[in-house]
């Protein structure tokens, strides 16, 4: 249904534009092969929403696109919005196919890692007084809400994080991806190509995208790289105060206790239980002073 839908909003939008094969790439991206109205052919993808998030924000899709127009304006490596049609069931937004693949075993660690900090960084410098971003959700709504939705087994984290929330110094309020991490990445031999999946994004402390892209730095590539990581971030933002960096990394770590799903390999995953165990313990202990 998507994809006939897509069909007549190429040809409403774009006279002479037809849709020649569409191909199903996640649960949320498509790839439509195209011939533009000069015979050309061309490649465009297709994002669309999880009914859930729909039903979080009716106006996702929208959104989304909104704030692709600002950060491709901004100069940021982000797919080129195109297109952006809410009238359906499933509303969808079309942009520029990027070529790139993403990357979880890099040949050169270290200038991944130094491109993973430059580009996060300068997200984190977008100018939220330039732009119209008010139509993001703001982190501390999104920390209440994962909070209130803690599994049974992020019950202590959930505990930790409630107790120390009103005793720690935050940064101020910065434009986040929300999902910063590996897979919404795409590289194009050894340069980041774009930052993609934008959909989480939100207005809050910088650490929060940085705590989350940590643990899973640790997870892909241990945790010499997510060290090297983190002082390339920091390298780049001097000025930050970074002694809420624990509780960042446990709120990452909450929104992804759930990593026992990922996989059914029991080796692999006894060794993400492993470092997710040894992550909170140390920002746990970090924080261990704000709740006495």
Not at 25 to 53: C, F, K, Y
Request: proline fraction near 5%.
């Amino acid at each position: 249904m998507i994809f006939q839908q897509a069909r007549k909003t190429l040809a409403g939008c774009k006279p002479g534009w037809k849709l020649v094969e569409a191909r199903q790439l996640s649960s949320r991206a498509a790839t439509l092969e195209i011939l533009t109205d000069q015979g050309r052919p061309g490649r465009l993808t297709l994002l669309s929403h999880s009914p859930r998030d729909r039903q979080v924000n009716p106006d996702i899709a929208r959104d989304e696109f909104r704030l692709l127009q600002i950060l491709s304006s901004a100069g940021l490596a982000v797919p080129k919005p195109l297109l952006v049609d809410s009238r359906h069931e499933i509303p969808f937004l079309i942009t520029e196919f990027v070529e790139g693949e993403t990357r979880f075993a890099p040949a050169k660690i270290s200038a991944f890692c130094h491109q993973m900090a430059d580009i996060l960084a300068s997200i984190h410098r977008i100018d939220i007084n330039r732009y119209d971003l008010s139509f993001l959700p703001a982190q501390s709504q999104v920390l209440e809400e994962n909070l209130r939705e803690a599994t049974e087994e992020a019950y202590g984290i959930r505990a930790i994080l409630s107790a120390a929330r009103s005793r720690l110094q935050f940064n101020a309020t910065v434009l986040l991806h929300g999902d910063f991490w590996l897979g919404n990445l795409l590289w194009r031999a050894d340069q980041l190509a774009a930052v993609i999946d934008w959909e989480d994004a939100m207005l809050g402390d910088p650490l929060g995208d940085l705590g989350k892209s940590r643990l899973e730095m640790l997870w892909a590539l241990g945790e010499p790289a997510m060290d090297l990581y983190t002082a390339g971030y920091k390298t780049r933002n001097p000025g930050l105060d970074y002694s809420s960096l624990p509780f960042w990394d446990l709120w990452g770590a909450l929104r992804l206790s759930h990593f026992a799903q990922w996989t059914t390999e029991e080796d692999k995953t006894a060794r993400l239980r492993t470092q997710y165990e040894r992550f909170i313990t140390k920002a746990a202990a970090a924080l261990e002073p704000l709740q006495k």
